[in-house]
């Protein structure tokens, strides 16, 4: 079965000076995959989700998301992804009612539009006893979810997770991630970064970095045999030693 190229990525690289944040970093990514940008904080990572995103210039090299050219066409890219990081901020002083309407205003939603994607967003998060009340009052977990259905209310084909299970315990890690699944299930490719080896486990196939460049690639099962591993942690300690 031939499937959709919905990332490419050729020799991606940036420097900050003489320091080298994203070393020569290659890939592609499958239209509907979950696919895992793993590395220890500082690896590389947040740095080459920025230069996928159009937030910032490749020193070199070159990127298509989404079909469009992520140095030449930024705007397009933007307008054709969702984005989600862990200090993605909802405003705690809104109604999840108010925060989906404010980022489908961003979005360049019609008022149509909103008015739909509130009423879908609420009733399959089960949000609608609390609609009207401030965010600030949500348990992490609803704040989470509601976080990522917003950064997906323009429907985009591909969405970009920045450590976005970051500081939160592993309940709410785990049932962030079936929210995720929901997600693939329904065609969208899920960009996640994070530290948390046991996420790999999560995704159909994972890169793993290492101060800036790409150690290994491929589905975690493979991964484990590769590196004669019984976890993906135990895979990334023999990268990272």
């Known amino acids: 079965m031939h499937s959709e190229t919905i990332i490419q990525v050729n020799g991606l690289t940036k420097r900050f000076g003489d320091f080298t ?14 696919f895992g940008f793993l590395g220890a904080n500082g ?11 159009g937030l910032s210039k490749p020193t070199k090299g070159s990127g298509k998301v989404a079909g469009f050219d ?31 309407r404010f980022y489908g205003g961003i979005y360049g939603l019609s008022r149509n ?38 950064s997906m209310v323009h429907d985009p084909d591909i969405v970009f997770l920045d450590e976005p299970t970051g500081g939160v315990d592993p309940k709410v890690r785990r049932e962030f991630w079936e929210t995720i699944y929901q997600a693939s299930e329904k065609g969208r490719t899920v960009f996640v970064t994070t530290h948390y080896m046991d996420e790999a486990e999560y995704c159909d196939r994972v890169s793993i970095m290492v101060a800036g460049k790409i150690e290994a690639l491929d589905t975690p099962n493979n991964l484990k045999q590769q590196f004669n591993a019984t976890s993906m942690d135990e895979v990334f300690l023999k990268l990272a030693r």
């Open 21 to 34: 944040a994203v070393n020569e970093i290659t890939f592609k990514v499958d239209k509907g995959e979950i």
């Open 113 to 150: 539009e909103i008015k739909t994607k509130t009423k879908e967003i609420l009733e399959e998060l089960d949000l609608k006893s609390v609609a009207n009340k401030t965010v600030v009052s949500l348990p992490l977990g609803w704040k989470q979810r509601l976080a990522f259905a917003i």
């Open 70 to 100: 992520i140095e030449k066409q930024a705007e397009h890219v933007k307008k054709n992804i969702g984005y989600m990081s862990q200090k993605f901020s909802l405003y705690d002083d809104l109604t999840p009612k108010e925060n989906i």
């Open 43 to 53: 690896a590389g990572k947040t740095t080459a989700i920025k230069m996928l995103i």
